[in-house]
């Protein structure tokens, strides 16, 4: 492999911040051009993994894939569209209760893969941690304010991957559409939770896992709609002999991609002056022989996700999380026996999952021709790109970038905060400029004309310490006077800052999908695609 210098421009995604608006780059309309561009990318590609060329490797993943994807989606609904493994348009995110912004991206993915006959395949990233268990949603209190109310769908549990997380609290789970109902009745009489829920149930009893039963629910809510896509979780993905062979390509030269990985990371945060060691993703660890690879590890016995470290062991790898679990692996970069090795190695107890990066290069250069990004993935697999062209020494395929902003129904923005300003600048008249308010409290009149006598005859530069000294005892006088203005505004300004305050929670974009009715949100998002 060798190492591709190119001079890397960040492009910046903004969030579309007005109700219906969108965020789609490049547009649509170029999609089927950019598929193509990058596919041409990818059959000039002269890599290989575990010996087996880039080319094969995929069309094997591309036909695992597409096979687990129409197998796994056709448990809970029907699938209609096209079945192209050689032409695969794919989106991802993880199975949660996400707002429009990220549900726009698979009406795209529907609308765009049947204009220029691709396989639509949804990755459900459940190697994700599980969050809250919770959402939050609009309400109001007993006083009539508006305010948020987290409505739990199960109980605080542990920090496990989705993939490991069983639903632990049935009725809490059961019982969510009508919680979330009640909650969001002051401003939504008929959100889309109960059609949601309906199907989230069913998955419940078939799967009883977090993640499958919220992933499920959406994408058979959005076969009910009339979206055409495949659905297929990423630790699916992680088990097949093509992904194994792709982690033997990675571990097999591990310290240049460490060294990549890392270089690239510096790189990003220089240009973006990030100074947090965390964003937008830690470096590689390094300690004596050990090289932190960007992979988790957890299993059944051991949920919790670990970080997990190779070392070279009189030639073989051996994969460990520094604790428990110790494997090894033959050095024999160029065998697909070693892919067949590592696909053995893991179980129920031992899955190697790929972190946010790897996830992603491996489902754009091997598993599909076009990757729709959200916003935050879009700038963050810019770093992904750097890597891609340090490491393999090719031009990594483009992707697409996607979000919108659809408010709740009769929500508004707060306004451009000119109230605010203009109280907190009479707050600040009240001491520095009192005369200003002669009309709304009696001052002394021969304060009022000391004042604007020294303001008359202000001195030069140099002889104005005594005069300044005399105009602040005078304008303190007439400000002293004051303290009844300045509390009616206080609690003027209080009470516009509370307002505002609790129309910025009713038209937050971050709300739920399932908060909206059907029949207001699905033709805003169509719309948008339009």
Known sequence: MKTLEVPTLFHDYPVPRTDKSALIDPPLSAAGDL????????????????????????RRARADVLQAAMHYTSRYRDYSGPADPNKIVMAGHQPQLFHPGVWFKNFALSKLTQAIGATPINL?????LRGSGSIRVPTRSKGGAIQASAVAYDDPGLS???EQHRIGNRALFDSFDQRVASTVA????DPCVFELWGHARA??????????????ARHALEGSLGLQTLELPLSVVCRTPAFAAFLVGLISDLPRLHDCYNASVLEYRQAHGIRSSAHPVPLLGAEDEWLEAPLWMYGDDQPERRAVWVRAVGGQWEISDRDQVHVRLDDRPDDPRSAEQLFALQSSNLKLRPRALITTMYS??????????????????QLGDMIVRHFFGIEPPRFMVLSATALLPGATVPGDGAAVRQLRKQLRDTRFNPQRFADRVALPAECLQERADLLNRIPPQGHKWTWHRQLEAVTERLASRLEPVRQEIRERLAEVLDADRQQQILASRDHPFCLYPLDYLTPVLEQMLD
């Open 35 to 58: 598929l193509q561009r990058n596919r041409q990318r990818s059959e000039a590609g002269d890599l290989s993994f575990a010996g087996i060329s880039f080319r094969e490797l995929r």
């Open 124 to 128: 459900v990233v459940d190697n994700d």
């Open 160 to 162: 496990v991957p989705l």
């Open 186 to 189: 002051p401003f939504v009489s």
């Open 203 to 216: 998955a419940a009893d078939r799967c009883e896992n977090t993640g499958c039963a919220l992933a499920s």
């Open 364 to 381: 754009r250069l091997i598993l599909s021709d076009l990757f729709l990004h959200g916003i935050g993935g879009g700038k963050y697999d």
